[in-house]
């Protein structure tokens, strides 16, 4: 199973236009596969010199129109999140677009997390082991998630944060932020990224700057163009690559590679087979 990357955030931030510029215009239907880039299988296959080089890869779906209700569940089926921010145009105020937006997944998680104290209540009353542990954590989420504050920002211990999976809160998923800014203000993003950045910073999460509708242009340019149309904004190629890095890092993943005749591949491993790979002193 592919790595799910829900584009996701405020009407009008550039999703859409992001995701062309990440498939380059190869997804269909708001989905698509975007490589990730990795030094490490380049020069592999250049000392295997095989038939065929397959790099990682994570799937990438971009929001569909619907309503709110709507917008929570396509973010919950996801492995990662990544936020676009409207740091382009009139007035940009990416933070307060962001912090609307992230209300909605607050409060999805909060009737989640409530659902939950309920049936754990029962649990308790009969007496059933872990009950009383799971209930701290849920109340901690609550008050969390009553400040209005996301759950990825609440410090939790493996085991509590284990229990809390169960409700398949939106909150707690890995996120990924990018600010998309004015061509005017590339490369940094100015202000409005900085914004992000700030944001971003307090949760942990990465905050990659760059403008959509510049890249999906470059997307569809010849490899000399586009590299004189980057050195004309005074940026390199690495937002898209930043951004699928990022996704694949917030996903918790690790690359290993086999290499050989005829192809040199990037493969994932999560979850368990990733912490026995990491214990093994292997892997990175
Ligand atoms: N100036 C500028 N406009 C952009 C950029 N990205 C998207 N837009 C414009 O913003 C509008 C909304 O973009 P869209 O991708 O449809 O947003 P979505 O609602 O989040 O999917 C479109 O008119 C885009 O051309 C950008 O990086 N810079
Ligand atoms: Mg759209």
Not at 183 to 210: F, N, Q, R, T
């Amino acid at each position: 199973m592919p790595v799910n990357v829900a584009i996701v955030g405020p009407a009008g931030s550039g999703k859409t236009t992001l995701f062309h510029a990440l498939t380059a215009g190869r997804g269909a239907d708001g989905v698509g596969m975007v490589d990730i880039p990795d030094g490490r299988l380049t020069r592999l296959a250049e000392a295997v010199q095989p038939t065929k080089t397959t790099p990682a890869q994570v799937r990438v779906e971009d929001s569909p129109p619907g309503s709110r209700a709507q917008r929570v569940a396509f973010a919950r089926q996801a492995d990662v999140l990544l936020k676009v921010a409207r740091c382009f145009g009139p007035e940009p105020d990416p933070v307060a677009e962001l912090e609307e937006f992230a209300l909605d997944l607050v409060l999805a998680d909060l009737a989640s997390v409530e659902r939950r104290l309920d049936v754990v209540a029962k649990e308790a009353r009969a007496g059933k082991k872990d009950a009383q542990a799971e209930t701290e954590v849920l109340a901690a989420a609550k008050q969390h998630l009553n400040a209005g504050q996301q759950l990825r920002t609440l410090t939790l211990e493996p085991d509590q944060r284990a229990m809390l999976l169960g409700i398949f809160p939106v909150t707690l998923k890995p996120a990924v932020y990018v600010a998309n800014a004015a061509e005017a203000l590339l490369p940094g993003g100015g202000e409005p990224a900085a914004k992000v950045k700030k944001l971003a910073d307090g949760e942990g999460a990465p905050s990659i700057a760059l403008s959509a509708r510049l890249e999906a242009e470059l997307s569809e340019l010849e490899p000399s163009e586009q590299a004189e149309m980057r050195a004309g904004y005074d940026i390199d190629e690495s937002g898209l690559g930043r951004i699928a890095r990022a996704v694949w890092e917030a996903g918790g993943l690790i690359t290993y590679f086999t290499a050989g005749e005829p192809e040199v591949r990037a493969c994932r491993l999560n979850g368990r087979a990733a912490r026995r790979w990491q214990a093994a002193g292997r892997g990175a």
